[in-house]
């Protein structure tokens, strides 16, 4: 079939031609969108889920939902080690300039209040060249979001802009993804700031995106978080969501996938967004003509694993230390013994029982254990337990060797 109408799209982030079984997830935001901006209580949203389900992509379609309701909104990824003032401050410097505030005295106030914040990040004492800014030309506000203390300053400069927004009857979004790489302050000041605008009913919310642990990390810095954000676990799509994936995308360019292909392909996928996608483009490139048959998923298999191979599995194997890959394939091998228990087979493991199938003991292996963490090769939802942040991984670790 031509390649260049091939529809499927297996990049990091980008979405896919349809977005099937988000739906339910699209209408709750816009009900928050409404309720916010007319000064109703809402949490702000926590999006949770392994590498390659979507969250990424979930999340900007969230910001588009809020773009198109006329809300201000900013975007960050967290990266391991990076403080949260100058990401935030970028974030919300577009935020304001999307919410179209006709007062220019209360704008370039709030502006002046995000660079006085942004330039607490190089410390008091900076030489004013070596002051980092967020292109913005107004001068910085003092005595406001400019204490040091994160916490204080984030609860100061949340309240400031959510007066702005809510004088033009609309709300600003702030949306973080890879949220569980924020540090510890961080979190903590996050979590505070939220906490001070759920009672202040002011239209400002935070949406963000991270690993399965990530609500461990958001309670363990306030115990109150666990009822200051609306959690959604989000997973692989089911076997109808799934096959709209494919056969939305094929419609369009005249195609079609017979109902075997169709199950091959779920099979294939487990019912993952990104390995759609992945296979997707594969079988389509490789099939002669449509409908598209289960003898072509079979033939195009091959390629799309080579494919995830590289791109998805192989790039995040390449990070980990030789002993840090022995980690991995034990635990790959222990979850094979789990799974001919009856459990599921990406379910988490024991740290001891990984330890124990390496003939060591289990303090003797947290270094590694603390590097995939960090690494996010590994996540630990509870304490003991170990489970790879990418479906399939343990597969792929076992059929590499």
Request: aromatic fraction near 6%; charge should be negative.
């Amino acid at each position: 079939m031509d390649p260049i109408r091939n529809p499927y799209a297996p990049g990091a982030g980008q979405r896919p031609p349809e977005l099937a079984g988000r739906d339910e997830q699209l209408a709750a935001f816009e009900v928050v969108l409404e309720r916010v901006a007319k000064g109703r209580p809402e949490r702000s949203l926590v999006l949770t889920g392994l590498r390659g389900v979507g969250k990424t992509v979930l999340l900007n379609a969230l910001r588009g939902t809020a773009v198109r309701k006329g809300w201000g909104t900013g975007k960050l990824e967290a990266r391991p080690g990076q403080g949260l003032r100058r990401p935030l401050s970028s974030a919300l410097h577009q935020a304001v300039r999307e919410l179209g505030h006709r007062d220019e005295e209360s704008v370039d106030h709030v502006l002046g209040v995000i660079k006085s914040f942004a330039h607490r990040d190089a410390g008091a004492n900076a030489k004013l060249k070596d002051q980092w800014s967020p292109g913005i030309d107004v001068p910085a506000v003092r005595g406001r979001a400019d204490s040091g203390d994160i916490e204080i300053d984030l609860v100061e400069l949340f309240t400031d802009l959510g007066g702005l927004a809510a004088d033009v009857g609309k709300g600003i979004g702030i949306f973080i993804d890879e949220m569980q790489d924020l540090g510890p302050d961080d979190v903590s000041a996050l979590c505070a700031a939220c906490h001070e605008l759920s009672q202040s009913g002011l239209p400002v919310i935070v949406v963000g995106a991270g690993l399965p642990h990530l609500p461990a990390v958001l309670s363990a810095s306030k115990s109150y978080s666990e009822r200051l954000f609306r959690y959604q676990r989000i997973d692989r799509l089911t076997r109808d969501a799934a096959d709209r994936a494919l056969e939305a995308p094929a419609a369009d360019e005249d195609a079609a996938f017979e109902p075997e292909a169709l199950a091959a392909m779920y099979d294939a996928t487990g019912g993952y967004p990104y390995f759609i996608q992945a296979y997707g483009k594969a079988v389509w490139d490789l099939a002669p003509r449509s409908p598209i048959t289960a003898a072509d998923v079979a033939v195009a298999a091959p390629e799309a694993e080579s494919e995830l191979a590289v791109g998805f599995f192989g790039s995040r194997y390449e990070r980990a230390t030789p002993g840090e890959r022995d980690y991995l394939m034990a635990m790959a091998d222990v979850a094979v013994a789990q799974a001919s228990t009856g459990e599921v087979e990406g379910d988490a493991v024991l740290s001891s029982d990984v330890a124990a199938a390496l003939g060591k003991k289990p303090q003797s292996l947290s270094p590694a254990r603390d590097s995939l963490l960090k690494k996010g090769l590994v996540y630990s939802g509870e304490r003991g337990r170990i489970a790879f942040t990418v479906p399939h991984f343990g597969r792929y670790l076992r059929e590499r060797g």
